[in-house]
T-cell receptor, first 112, second 108 residues
Framework: DGGITQSPKYLFRKEGQNVTLSCEQN?????MYWYRQDPGQGLRLIYY???????QKGDIAEGYSVSREKKESFPLTVTSAQKNPTAFYLC???????????FGDGTRLSIL | DAKTTQPPSMDCAEGRAANLPCNHS???????VYWYRQIHSQGPQYIIH???NNETNEMASLIITEDRKSSTLILPHATLRDTAVYYC?????????FGKGTRLHILP
């Protein structure tokens, strides 16, 4: 079945460490997105990519980095510069930036 | 993108129609109204979208006022599985922006 796979579902990080969250899609979608969600809040856009080898910062990009070397993959690195990384991270994809986005089931990141 | 306003929470009895309102008074002519829902600890799920005309699919109906300043999502026969946060979003040429949505509680 086509869809978006995020792994792992739960992730723990020690302070000062970088950690990479995986997002893979087999929907042949051009656009991919990363969102952050804090408890009781809506989704905030971190980064998005409309084509391979290109990406743009969203509203809260500081302390995060991404790459888009393949159409299917859009990994997110949470760097040690992100001071409050504990959150629920959601990856999404769409044919373009105006069509319905398909979401993965998220990765919950916690700091030890 | 236009800002949308939704009530923070609503209750609905199981089996009844759930009517979720959304105000988007600054929506522009080329912006669509999209609805998503998010069940706890899962990714949001697309429900329906529309521009001017009312729309219906297997999940819900979307009623957009003639002046397009507000809309209502209707779940015709709510079940316990419809308990979720519902997001109303105005989408144009720019990226999609999610607000806090409406937390819908379906009461048995």
């Amino acid at each position: 079945d086509g869809g978006i796979t995020q792994s792992p579902k739960y992730l723990f990080r020690k302070e000062g460490q970088n950690v990479t969250l995986s997002c893979e899609q087999n929907l042949n979608h051009d656009a991919m997105y990363w969102y952050r969600q804090d408890p009781g809040q809506g989704l905030r856009l971190i980064y998005y990519s409309q084509i391979v080898n290109d990406f743009q910062k969203g509203d809260i990009a500081e302390g995060y980095s991404v790459s888009r070397e393949k159409k299917e993959s859009f990994p997110l690195t949470v760097t040690s510069a992100q001071k409050n990384p504990t959150a629920f991270y959601l990856c999404a994809s769409s044919m373009d930036t105006t069509l319905p986005q398909h979401f993965g089931d998220g990765t919950r990141l916690s700091i030890l | 993108d236009a800002k949308t306003t939704q009530p923070p929470s609503m209750d609905c009895a199981e089996g009844r129609a759930a009517n979720l309102p959304c105000n988007h008074s600054t929506i522009s002519g080329n912006e669509y109204v999209y609805w998503y829902r998010q069940i706890h600890s899962q990714g949001p799920q697309y429900i329906i979208h529309g521009l001017k005309n009312n729309e219906t699919n297997e999940m819900a109906s979307l009623i957009i006022t003639e002046d397009r300043k507000s809309s209502t999502l209707i779940l015709p026969h709510a079940t316990l599985r419809d308990t979720a946060v519902y997001y109303c979003i105005a989408v144009g040429d720019d990226k999609i922006i999610f607000g806090k949505g409406t937390r819908l509680h379906i009461l048995p």
